[in-house]
């Protein structure tokens, strides 16, 4: 076979694995049971603390800050580039006020409590910059997003929730699975009825606020005044 013809040969079987690969990759990826898993359950109780209304929906809306931060981790070391290497791992990072920031770059001097959080979501009680957050925003997601459309803030005044601590649950789960929460309780002390339509997880990264999930509800979720409401990011692994 001349040389020609036998690479055009070629050069059609490699487009056909090719493309046979990423279909295959495609179907795989798109599989409906993925091994890392996100949910979110929503839980409204009146101020006796009888359930009102309770669903739990699979979340599809891990943001690029998320999939940065933890490739990022993963690439390279706490400075930010790989030890005895100039490949640098940093990555631009925009945070919940459109500023960006160079990440990971995570040394210190001092005391080990004072070293930055690189992924915390253990917000306290009254803050609203970090931990589970939501708003009444219904544009719809995309992978860019980098803040809720429009968040309600903590305290007690008209479109306003008081917000618990955010906890962050161990590691748990039977058979095959390994199972954690985020979990955070909002309380409508307003005097009216507050509406929720989008909920999301956002983090402290190096004294940042970063948004590494949003998911606008399907059906928008009421509290009544005087009642709460529960978020559960559920994060499902499965070996």
Same mark, same amino acid.
């Given at each position: ?8 040969? %070629? ?13 295959? /990759? ?62 640098? /791992?940093? /990555? ?11 990440? !990971? ?26 931990? /589970? ?23 007690? %005044? ?61 059906? !928008? %979720?009421?509290? !009544? ?15």
């Amino acid at each position: 076979m001349p040389v020609q013809i036998f690479r055009s040969v %070629e050069r059609r079987r490699d487009k056909e694995v090719t493309q046979s690969a990423s279909h295959d /990759v495609q179907r795989i990826m798109n599989a409906e049971e993925a091994n890392l898993s996100l949910f979110y359950e929503l839980e409204v109780r009146d101020k006796d603390g009888k359930i009102i209304s309770f669903r739990r929906e699979r979340s599809r809306s891990l943001l690029r800050n998320f999939a940065l931060l933890v490739r990022t981790l993963l690439a390279g070391n706490i400075a930010g580039v790989i030890t005895h290497s100039t490949f640098n /791992v940093q /990555v631009d990072i925009t945070t919940r006020d459109g500023s960006t920031f160079k990440f !990971p770059s995570l040394m210190y001097s001092g005391y080990a409590e004072n070293a930055p959080a690189a992924m915390e979501a253990a917000a306290m009680e009254r803050n609203d910059d970090y931990g /589970v957050i939501v708003g009444s925003g219904a544009s719809a997601v995309t992978k860019y997003d980098y803040d809720l459309q429009s968040q309600y803030k903590d305290g007690i %005044e008209a479109n306003q929730l008081i917000h618990g601590k955010t906890t962050v649950e161990d590691v748990d789960g039977d058979g095959m699975e390994s199972v954690w929460r985020v979990i955070r309780t909002f309380t409508n002390e307003s005097g009216a009825t507050i509406t929720v339509r989008e909920i999301g997880l956002a983090v402290l990264c190096q004294g940042k606020y970063v948004l590494i999930a949003r998911d606008v509800l399907d059906t !928008p %979720e009421d509290i !009544p005044d005087a009642a709460s409401l529960t978020v559960r990011y559920v994060f499902k692994v499965t070996a």
